[in-house]
């Protein structure tokens, strides 16, 4: 009985031939009941958010711990790996160096994982410093030449209209490229060409990486740069994390710039990154 009396008052239940107060009275109390409702939903939220995120860095931690643990392996395989080179016979010498090859990109492959995991807790910072580019593109084609020469690929430098010297950080550009180079040696097959690149623009300068390899599917591009999307067309895209485009993104963002890519099916790509010229003062007229 008391409850039925109660719910006369709801505002649906409620006539209109009521005294004025009485209706004033049950908006009210609905409005009441409605406001500790939404806290409460709220508070249930933001306990949900709390929980995401405590699960999202046990799971950074986790996934840091194990790839510094597995990088220390990698780096004394590599450093073996160096003194078999300096060591032994010119066959020996060739396979030598591409075990340290190997190992550097696993490791090179856990950094990104690294990163993506933890990409909110700890954004990349640029450490800015002069770099020629020029050096930097003949340093990443010298890098992969060996790979390159055992799946019949040639990688060429186009630097003629680069700025001698910009600011930026080389470190982070250097892994951009090497993460492009990469992903072009997949995806371009036997007797295909890879140009590495640098120009000056009004506004910016752009690096690129363009091969002659397998291209990607308009539907593959509008995300291309999302994190473990890989190239569906590519017979080994199983094997890979899909994280070196989303890396070479957050690189090109971190320098106040983009990465975009152009493709078509069949013919090759072009990766771009763009970023605001910056000069060294000393390079100033």
């Not at 597995?70 to 396979?95: C, V, W």
């Not at 017979?235 to 690189?251: C, D, E, F, N, W």
Request: proline content about 5%; charged content about 20%; aromatic content about 8%.
């Amino acid at each position: 009985m008391v409850a039925a009396e109660y719910f006369r008052w709801l505002p649906h239940r409620v006539a209109y031939s009521r005294p004025p107060d009485r209706q004033l009275a049950t908006v009210l109390m609905v409005g009441i009941y409605l406001a500790v409702f939404g806290w409460l939903v709220a508070y249930v939220v933001r306990l949900m958010q709390r929980a995401r995120a405590l699960a999202q860095e046990v799971r950074a931690d986790a996934v840091r711990s194990l790839a510094h643990d597995l990088k220390n392996a990698l780096f004394a395989i590599s450093g073996y790996a160096d003194m078999i080179t300096a060591e032994s016979q010119p066959t020996s010498r060739a396979h030598a160096q591409r075990i340290g090859f190997l190992a550097s990109e696993t490791a090179a492959l856990l950094t990104n994982m690294i990163d993506a995991t933890s990409a909110e807790a700890r954004p990349l910072i640029v450490r800015e410093e002069t770099v020629a580019p020029a050096e930097l593109l003949r340093k990443v084609q010298r890098w992969f030449d060996g790979a390159a020469s055992d799946l019949g690929v040639t990688i060429t430098v186009s630097a003629t209209d680069a700025p001698k010297f910009c600011l930026a950080d080389g470190a982070l550009l250097e892994r951009a490229l090497n993460n492009l180079v990469n992903n072009a040696l997949r995806h371009t097959s036997t007797g295909g060409h890879i140009e590495l690149g640098c120009r000056a623009e009004d506004e910016s300068i752009v690096w690129w990486v363009r091969d002659t390899g397998q291209g990607i599917h308009p539907d593959l591009l509008r995300r291309i740069f999302v994190p473990f999307v890989s190239g569906v067309s590519s017979p080994t895209a199983g094997q890979h994390s899909g994280l070196g485009l989303y890396i070479v993104q957050r690189i090109a963002e971190a320098h106040g710039g983009e990465a975009s890519v152009e493709s078509v099916l069949g013919r090759g790509s072009c990766f771009t990154i763009r970023f605001p010229p910056r000069l060294p003062q000393t390079s100033l007229p």
